[in-house]
């Protein structure tokens, strides 16, 4: 009877009904030759252009509403506050995903349903395009040229924003990332760690394929959890730095800006991101996924 119920229950849990992709070549150069990969990079340049040029021009329209000069009678109570930045940032990434994740034109993207083209495209980030690679979902190929346009799309982004209201672009900071006053540089690095390390996490697992095939009844499930993720960490830490997360979101507000103060913190929003991504990867690949256990055959590891 035991051993009935054991087989029984393989039977019925044992199989998986999903596909883990392939890992992604460290180097591949016939990649080069496939248009597939120059319009995913096309589209991560338009996407965090957009994506830029809406959550900087709203930081620009909040700090301008709630200036005492502007608006003496109740500038405390004007304008979207921290809770409408933190959603121009998490919305922005929601709607981007959703409509970028699918445009590399991948084998995987037509192969398995919508969540998987989220490593092919989509990502409006460096960090993110790091952690994806460190994980092999990417090619250092395909990785360099998504980091290369998201901060060439960065840049414009913001370009545009101070190309359209100099005046308040100018007196209110370009909406640039800096370490705010009374925090320490190793508390802002900190910060921008732990909250790369929980947007990166959240897209691990909600690109996961196993995931994927429990879930694949809501096909916009993992634009959303992603989203939430930028605007959950954005509540954290806009008091601290402002909210990073994106080292080509806080380049592009620089370069535009281009004044000591942002220049002297970008380095906390570049190894901050980096790192925190990379914990991420590493969590999730060797820990919860057991990657490395499975390679080798130990701890009787099972997917």
């Not at 021009?57 to 200036?67: N, P, R």
């Not at 900190?190 to 909600?206: D, K, N, S």
Request: glycine share 12%; charged share 15%.
């Amino acid at each position: 009877m035991a051993k009935d119920i054991e087989v029984a229950e393989r039977g019925e849990y044992g199989g998986k009904d999903y596909t883990d992709p392939p890992p992604a070549p460290l180097v591949d150069a016939e990649e080069l030759t496939k248009w597939s990969l120059y319009r995913a990079a096309i589209a991560e340049f338009v996407a965090t252009m957009l994506f830029l040029y809406v959550t900087v021009a709203t930081v620009i329209g909040y700090k301008h509403q709630s200036d005492p000069d502007v608006n003496p009678a109740d500038a405390a109570c004007s304008g979207v506050g921290i809770l409408g930045i933190a959603w121009a940032f998490g919305g922005m990434i929601f709607i981007l995903v959703y409509c970028t994740a699918g445009v590399s034109g991948s084998s995987l993207c037509f192969a398995t349903a919508f969540v998987a083209c989220v490593l092919y495209g989509g990502h409006i980030n460096p960090a993110v395009t790091l952690g994806l690679f460190l994980a092999r979902k990417v090619s250092l190929v395909r990785a360099l040229l998504y980091m290369v346009a998201q901060c060439l799309g960065a840049i414009c982004g913001v370009g545009l924003v101070k190309g359209f209201q100099e005046a308040y672009f100018v007196r209110y900071g370009g909406g640039a990332n800096e370490l705010s006053a009374g925090y320490s540089k190793g508390t802002g690095l900190t910060a921008e760690i732990i909250g790369t390390f929980v947007l990166v996490y959240t897209v691990f697992a909600a690109t996961d394929p196993k995931r994927n095939a429990r879930d694949s009844h809501v096909p916009v499930l993992a634009p959303l959890p992603i989203g939430f993720a930028v605007f959950m960490v954005h509540l954290a830490t806009i008091p601290i730095t402002g909210t990073g997360i994106n080292p080509a979101r806080s380049l592009g507000a620089a370069v535009i800006y281009n004044q000591a103060k942002a220049w002297d913190d970008q380095w906390i929003f570049w190894v901050g991101p980096f790192v925190g991504a990379a914990i991420a990867a590493a969590y999730h690949q060797y820990v919860l996924r057991a990657s490395g256990a499975k390679a080798t055959g130990s701890f009787g590891s099972t997917a």
